[in-house]
C-alpha cells in the first residue's frame, strides 16, 4: 500500500484487510518531542554498549495512551506508537517520504512485535521546567525554563525514556561511521501543510520542526529585529569579507537528535568557549577606512586596514574546531560552554553599505535600531548552527553545550562602548523600572525611548569605558575599531541588555536541557561510564553592575561595580541535586568526572598576574554578608557564580568524597590552569597553589585527585594574559581552547596564531598607553632651543620610556607623519589638499634614547605648522599639558594633524616568566596620533610632541577628516561625511 493510500485510509479510520491491528492502535498521531539527544546534548555511544535510551516528551492527552503501570512506571501500549513516529536517519536530512500509519521503523506493520519486544518505555515524570529527571542508567538532567516555553503545549505532559539495544535491528547502523539522528514524523495536517513555509509541504516532518516553524512564527514582529528564513550556511562559503549567505537550497532550520558510536572507550575531551560569533565582524572588514589617506610611500598606513587586522571569531571557531578533530573519527567531544554569540539582534552585512558614510549611518545602533531588516534576529546564532551542524556530518565531533550570558544579550554596542552622562541618565532611568531587557523598556517607557533619541549626546566623547577591551577582541586599536565603526563608536542602546527570554533560541536550536549528567564509555550508560559529563547552564539572571556589592576591601563581595558578570542564580538547587547525583555514580564507577560551565571558579582580574602572591578567597554561599565577613568574591574568582560556592568546596573539591577531577570554564578571557588547598592559616579560605597557562607554559598534568579548574581562553576572539605584569594585563593572546587527554591526565591548549588570530604587539602597547595615562609606556620631551632669540627649534628629541617598556626594550624606530594642508586647483575653484610628510628621525642610543631630525625633517615640519591664536588652543594646551605653577603657555603653532609611526622588534622578557612573543605579530607598526608645535612660555618658545590627552589622542579627529576630505574625494575614493550628519543620520 502507498503512503497517499495509508493516509487516506488513516484520516478516513480504514485498515489494511488481512493485517492485525495491535489493540491500542489508534489512528490520530502522537505528538511528542525528543528531548535526549539533541544537537548540544547528543548521545555518544561506547564500542561495545548494550543498552541505550532517549529521552521524549508527550503532551497530557496522548500520555493516556501509553498506558503506564503505575507500579512500575513501564509504559505498556507505547511501542506501537513509537513504532509508526520514532525514525533513525541520516543527519544530513530527515525520511519526509515516511509512513507514519503503520509499523514503519521496526517495518512489521501494524502488529509490532518487533517493537515490543525491542523496546521498553518507562515514564520519568512530569514534563516541567527545571524539575531534576533520571533516567533508569544513571543519566539525568533537567528542562531548561527556556525548553519549556518553547514546548509550552506539553506542560502537564508526561516524559519517557526509550530503552534499546543498540546492536540490533534497526539501531545497528549506529556506527562509528558517521552521525545517525533520530526524529518523531508526523503526518501534516491540513493547516500544517498550507503554512509550510515554501508551501512545498513533504508528506510528514519531525514534529519538533513544526514546533520550530510555529515558535519563529510568533517570534516574528514581537520582539524587534527580522526573522529572515533561516537556513544553514555554507561554513566553507564565510571568509573575512564574505557572508556566504544561504540561499534557497541550503536547510533550514531544523531540530537534530544525534547519536554514534565512539571508535574508543576513553574520549578526548577538547573545550572552546567564549567564540563570539559576530557578523558585525564582516561588515567592519569591508570598510574602506584608511589611517593616512593619500600618503605616498606610507606602504599600508595607507590602505584600507580592516580587512587585514580585525580578528574574525569565527573563522577561528571553525580553525579550531577542525584543530580538535584532526582525525575526523568519533574519538574526541567537545564541549563548547557559552557565549557563542555577542548579541541576538546584529547588523546585516549585506545592508551595511559600500561607502564610509553609508556604512558609518548603519553602525548608528540608537538611530537605527527601528531598523528591522537592517538590525536582524539571530543571524550569529545561525553561523553557530551551522558550524555544529558541520561538526557532526563533516568532522564526526560530538558537541557538548551550555549556555553562557551572552545568549541572554540582546542589543549590540558601540565598538567602544562609553558611559557619559548620557549613558549614567540612561542607566538611572532603567534601573529605576528594573524592566527586563530593551525591547520591553522601549515598549514601557516613553521617556526612555526620548532619551534615545538624543543621538548628539548619546553619541559624546566620554573617557569612562563601558567594555574597554572590545577592540582589542578584535585584534585592533581603539582608535583603528573606531576609524572603521564611526563617530557613534561609543553609543550603548540599553546598560540592561540581559534578557532571560532570548534563551528560547538556544533551546530550539542546540539544547532544551539546562543542566545535565551524561556518561561515555560505558557498556550500559552512565551508571557503568569511563567518564561523567556535567554541563552546567548561566542560568537565568546575571550580575554586572553590584550595586550592592561591597565596596572592594570589606564583606563577602570585594570585587566592587561594574564587574566581569556573575552567574547571579548558580549555582541553583537543581545543578547541585545533579552534581550530588554525578558524585554518587563516581563513587559507584571509579569514573573521571568533568564539569563544565561558562561561569568561572578560579580566574584573576586582568590587572593580577599569575605572580601575584596570597591569591585565594573564603567560598561562601550567597554574595552577602556582615562587613567583617570574610572575602568571598574577590580579585581571584571574577566571573564565578554566587550561590553554593562553598558548598561546591566543601563537597565536591576538597570534600572527603569522590571529587571533581576537572572543571572546564570561560567567561575571562584568560587562559589558565589552576589547583587549590584549604589555606592552613585561615579557616575556610581556599588558596591557589598553581595557576599556569597551557598555551605558554606547556601541557599542564593532573594527578587524579586533585581537582584542576580549567579555563580556556576565546575560542575565536583574541584573548589576553598577565603573567607577571610584563603589559599590565594586556598581554595579547590567540583564540584558543584547551585538550584533555583523559588516559594521562593531561591537557594542552590549541590555538589558531596564523593570519589575524596572531595578536598584533601594537594594539597591546596602544592598550597599555590609554590605559595607563599617568605611565605612558612612551613620551617625547623635546629639547631646548639654543642661543638668543633663534627660531630654529631643536633637531633632538628626548624618548622617554616607563620601566615597563624599558624593560621590554621593543622599538626598533619612529616615524613622524605630519600633514601639510596644500592649495591645489580642483575645478573652477582652489581647495586646501592634506599632503602628508614623513619625518624619519634617527633613533640613537645616547645616555637615553634620542631622535635626531634632519635639517631636511625641521625644514618640512616648519612649512607644515599653522599659526594659532585662538583662546581654545590655549585652554586645549592647558589640559593636556604638565604645567609648574605659574606657567602660562600658549600655543602658537602646531601641525594639522600629524601621526607617529613606531616600528616594533622582538621584545625582551625576564627570564623567569614564559616566553608570550612567539605568537605575537611585530609587523605591523604602532600607530597612534600626535600633537606637534611650538608653544610661548613666557618670553622663551617651546617645542613639544605628544600624544594628545583624551579624545583627540584615543579616536578620530572626525571634524578634522570631514573639513580634509569630505567635499572631494581621497586618492582611494573615500569621502569622509560631516560626523554630525551620521549621528543624526542626515545625508
Not at 123 to 128: D, E, K, M, V, W
Not at 210 to 218: C, D
Not at 645 to 666: A, K, M, T
Not at 888 to 898: F, H, L, N, S
Request: contains cysteine; aromatic residues 8%.
Amino acid at each position: 500500500m502507498d503512503i497517499a493510500s495509508s493516509l487516506a485510509n488513516a484520516g478516513n479510520g480504514q485498515h489494511d484487510r488481512g493485517v492485525s491491528c495491535h489493540p491500542s492502535e489508534a489512528t490520530a498521531r502522537v505528538a511528542a518531542v525528543i528531548l535526549y539527544p539533541s544537537l548540544g546534548c547528543p548521545l555518544v555511544l561506547a564500542p561495545g554498549q548494550t543498552r541505550a535510551r532517549l529521552v521524549i516528551g508527550v503532551n497530557a492527552s496522548d500520555s493516556r495512551r501509553f498506558a503506564v503501570d503505575a507500579t512500575t512506571g513501564l509504559a505498556q501500549a507505547a511501542h506501537p506508537y513509537i513504532d509508526r513516529h520514532l525514525r533513525l536517519c541520516p543527519i544530513e536530512r530527515k525520511p519526509d517520504d515516511t509512513d507514519t500509519t503503520q509499523g514503519t521503523l521496526f517495518g512489521d506493520g501494524r502488529t509490532y512485535a518487533k517493537a515490543r519486544a525491542a523496546l521498553t518505555t518507562r515514564a520519568l515524570g512530569p514534563f516541567r521546567a527545571q524539575s531534576v529527571v533520571h533516567c533508569s542508567d544513571g543519566t539525568a538532567f533537567s528542562l531548561s525554563p527556556a525548553g519549556m516555553r518553547l514546548y509550552h503545549e506539553f506542560e502537564g505532559g508526561t516524559l519517557y525514556e526509550i530503552e534499546f539495544d543498540p546492536r540490533a535491528a534497526p539501531f545497528a547502523r549506529i556506527d562509528a561511521s558517521g552521525f545517525q539522528s533520530f526524529a518523531w514524523m508526523v503526518a501534516l495536517t491540513p493547516a500544517e501543510k498550507k503554512a509550510w513555509p515554501d508551501g512545498n509541504a513533504p508528506c510528514a516532518a519531525h514534529y519538533q520542526d513544526l514546533l520550530v516553524q510555529r515558535f519563529l512564527q510568533a517570534q516574528r514582529g514581537t520582539r524587534g529585529g527580522a526573522i529572515g528564513d533561516l537556513r544553514e550556511y555554507d561554513v566553507d562559503a564565510i571568509g573575512a569579507t564574505r557572508i556566504g549567505a544561504p540561499g534557497a537550497d541550503r536547510p533550514r532550520l531544523q531540530a537534530w537528535h544525534p547519536v554514534i558510536r565512539a571508535s574508543t572507550p576513553t574520549l578526548r575531551i577538547a573545550h572552546l568557549s567564549d567564540v563570539h560569533v559576530n557578523l558585525r565582524q564582516q561588515a567592519l572588514a569591508r570598510s574602506r577606512a584608511i589611517l593616512l589617506e593619500g600618503a605616498e610611500g606610507a606602504g599600508p598606513l595607507a590602505e584600507p586596514f580592516a580587512a587585514r587586522t580585525l580578528c574574525n571569531a569565527f573563522l577561528h571557531l571553525r580553525g579550531l574546531f577542525e584543530a580538535v578533530a584532526p582525525s575526523r573519527e568519533p574519538d574526541s567531544a567537545l564541549l563548547l560552554t557559552g557565549d557563542l554569540i555577542d548579541f541576538n539582534r546584529n547588523i546585516d552585512p549585506a545592508r551595511a553599505g559600500a561607502t564610509l558614510g553609508e556604512q558609518w549611518r548603519a553602525f548608528n545602533i540608537l538611530g537605527n535600531a527601528h531598523d528591522a531588516d537592517l538590525y536582524a534576529r539571530w543571524q550569529d546564532d545561525m553561523q553557530v548552527y551551522s558550524l555544529v551542524r558541520h561538526a557532526y556530518a563533516r568532522l564526526r565531533l560530538p558537541v557538548f553545550m551550555t549556555t553562557g550570558n551572552h545568549e541572554a544579550y540582546e542589543m549590540p554596542y558601540g565598538i567602544s562602548p562609553r558611559v557619559g552622562g548620557w549613558g549614567m541618565a540612561l542607566g538611572a532611568m532603567e534601573n529605576a523600572g528594573r524592566h527586563a531587557g530593551p525591547s520591553v523598556v522601549e515598549r514601557t517607557d516613553p521617556a526612555l525611548a526620548r532619551h534615545r533619541g538624543r543621538l548628539e549626546e548619546a553619541s559624546r566623547f566620554s573617557p569612562t569605558r563601558a567594555n574597554e577591551g572590545i577592540a582589542a577582541d578584535h585584534n585592533l586599536t581603539i582608535y583603528e575599531a573606531a576609524l572603521a565603526y564611526g563617530p557613534t563608536y561609543g553609543q550603548t542602546y540599553t546598560s540592561l541588555n540581559y534578557d532571560a527570554a532570548n534563551f528560547d533560541l538556544f533551546g530550539a536550536l542546540f539544547n532544551p536541557l539546562g543542566d545535565f549528567v551524561v556518561g561515555l564509555g560505558g557498556p550500559q550508560g552512565a551508571r557503568t561510564a569511563g567518564q561523567l559529563l556535567v554541563g552546567l547552564a548561566w542560568g537565568e539572571h546575571e550580575n554586572f553592575q553590584n550595586l550592592a556589592g561591597g565596596t572592594g576591601s570589606v564583606g563577602v563581595d570585594r570585587q566592587g561595580a561594574m564587574i566581569l558578570p556573575r552567574a547571579a542564580s548558580s549555582f541553583s538547587p537543581g545543578q547541585q541535586a545533579l552534581l550530588r547525583h554525578a558524585q554518587q555514580l563516581k563513587a559507584a564507577s571509579g569514573a573521571s568526572l568533568l564539569v563544565a560551565s561558562h561561569f568561572t571558579i578560579f580566574s584573576y582580574d586582568q590587572g593580577v598576574p599569575f605572580s601575584a602572591a596570597d591569591a585565594g578567597f573564603t567560598p561562601a554561599d550567597t554574595p552577602d554578608g556582615q562587613l567583617h565577613s570574610p572575602g568571598g568574591l574577590t580579585a581571584f574568582n571574577m566571573g564565578t557564580c554566587e550561590r553554593r560556592l562553598r558548598w561546591y568546596f566543601d563537597h565536591l573539591v576538597l570534600g572527603d568524597g569522590p571529587r571533581v577531577d576537572w572543571h572546564f570554564s570561560g567567561h575571562s578571557h584568560r587562559a589558565g590552569v589552576y589547583q587549590a588547598a584549604r589555606s592552613a592559616r585561615s579557616r575556610g579560605r581556599v588558596e591557589v597553589t598553581s595557576a599556569r597557562d597551557p598555551g605558554l607554559e606547556g601541557p599542564q598534568t593532573g594527578d587524579g585527585r586533585a581537582a584542576r579548574f580549567v579555563v580556556s581562553s576565546c575560542g575565536g576572539p583574541i584573548g589576553y594574559q598577565n603573567l607577571d605584569g610584563e603589559l599590565a594585563g594586556w598581554t595579547l593572546r590567540p583564540p584558543a581552547g584547551s585538550v584533555l587527554d583523559p588516559v594521562r591526565h593531561r591537557l594542552s591548549q590549541v590555538r589558531s596564531a596564523t593570519g589575524t588570530g596572531r595578536p598584533r604587539l601594537a594594539v597591546a602597547l596602544d592598550y597599555l598607553h590609554l590605559m595607563h595615562p599617568k605611565d605612558p609606556p612612551l613620551r617625547f620631551v623635546w629639547a631646548q632651543r639654543t642661543g638668543l632669540l633663534t627660531s630654529r627649534r631643536s633637531p633632538e628629541v628626548e624618548v622617554v620610556l616607563s620601566e615597563r617598556m624599558a624593560v621590554l626594550d621593543c622599538i626598533a624606530g619612529v616615524r613622524v607623519w605630519v600633514c601639510e594642508m596644500v592649495e591645489e586647483k580642483w575645478g573652477a575653484s582652489r581647495v586646501s589638499r592634506p599632503s602628508w610628510h614623513g619625518l624619519e628621525p634617527s633613533l640613537t642610543h645616547r645616555k637615553q634614547k634620542t631622535l635626531v631630525f634632519s635639517d631636511h625633517d625641521l625644514d618640512t615640519l616648519a612649512k607644515a605648522m599653522i599659526p594659532t591664536q585662538s583662546t581654545k588652543d590655549e585652554l586645549e594646551e592647558k589640559k593636556t599639558a604638565p604645567t609648574r605653577p605659574g606657567d602660562r603657555r600658549q600655543v602658537v603653532e602646531r601641525t594639522p594633524q600629524a601621526f607617529c609611526e613606531v616600528t616594533l622588534r622582538l621584545p625582551a622578557i625576564k627570564k623567569s616568566i614564559p616566553d608570550w612573543r612567539l605568537d605575537m605579530n611585530l609587523d605591523d607598526p604602532w600607530f597612534f596620533p600626535l600633537d606637534v608645535g611650538t608653544a610661548r612660555l613666557g618670553a622663551a618658545l617651546v617645542d613639544f610632541m605628544r600624544r594628545p590627552a583624551g579624545e583627540r589622542g584615543e579616536v578620530p579627529d572626525w571634524d578634522w577628516l570631514h573639513q580634509a576630505w569630505g567635499r572631494f574625494p581621497t586618492p582611494s575614493g573615500n569621502l569622509y561625511p560631516d560626523p554630525r550628519k551620521v549621528i543624526r543620520l542626515e545625508r
